[in-house]
């Protein structure tokens, strides 16, 4: 079975700073995809940022870049120069068999 | 173009009602899938519909049901209403059912089991 495990449940920086969520992932498929989900306080969920497994060179999306290590199953997410917009419920996924397995999820502060 | 539209947004149910939730998915997706979300269990898949045709569901019990319209459109219903169903419940759609592309959620619906 699909797992994905994320270690932080919360997490807060200064506005401006870097900051790295965790996520470890676990699955059977030899080929997958990866994802970074993002539910502000509004609730409607959008995606961040997507990795196909397949592809060594991570993933970067302007201020968001993954850290993708297939062989330990960890896909973390850093957001550089913060902004308050980013305050937000982050949610790694991972895709198999026509459905996403969400970890716990990590809330992010940005603080001014 | 337009994003996903759920309704209701919000509802208020007793024990031992039922509920209907509809989902409008993007103009020309034909992927459309629901997810449960509550505190403590995070977000949970229920089911996956493409071109009428559910292809995947999640360990939900039969109270939970869904289907697909012609159009896309998408309906699930809960009967025999728990407390314990109480939740956010988000509709989600992809083009063509490429699942390995983006999921496009819409805002939820908000169900409150009294």
């Known amino acids: 079975a699909q797992t994905v495990t994320q270690s932080q449940p919360e997490m807060s920086v200064q506005e401006a700073e870097t900051v790295t969520l965790s996520c470890t992932y676990d699955?059977?498929?030899?080929?997958?995809?990866l994802f970074w989900y993002k539910q502000p306080p509004s609730r409607q969920m959008i995606l961040v940022i997507r990795q196909e497994a397949y592809k060594q060179q991570n993933a970067t999306e302007n201020r968001f870049s993954v850290n993708f290590q297939k062989a330990a199953k960890s896909f973390s997410l850093k957001i550089s120069d913060s902004q308050l917009g980013d305050t937000a419920m982050y949610f790694c996924?991972?895709?198999?068999?026509?459905?996403?397995?969400f970890g716990q999820g990590t809330r992010l502060t940005i603080n001014p | 173009k337009a994003g996903v539209t759920q309704t209701p947004r919000y509802l208020i149910k007793t024990r031992g009602q039922q509920v209907t939730l509809s989902c409008s998915p993007i103009s020309g997706h034909r992927s459309v899938s629901w997810y449960q979300q509550t505190p403590g269990q995070g977000l949970q898949f229920l089911f996956e519909y493409f071109s009428e045709t559910q292809r995947n569901k999640g360990n939900f019990p039969g109270r939970f049901s869904g289907r697909q319209f012609s159009n896309s459109r998408s309906e699930m219903n809960v009967s025999t209403l728990e407390l314990g169903d109480s939740a956010l419940y988000l509709c989600?759609?992809?083009?063509?059912?490429?699942?390995?592309?983006?999921?496009?959620f819409g805002e939820g619906s908000r169900l409150t089991v009294l």
């Open positions: 699955t059977s498929e030899s080929n997958y995809y």
């Open positions: 989600a759609s992809s083009a063509n059912g490429q699942f390995r592309g983006e999921l496009f």
């Open positions: 996924a991972s895709e198999g068999a026509q459905k996403l397995v």
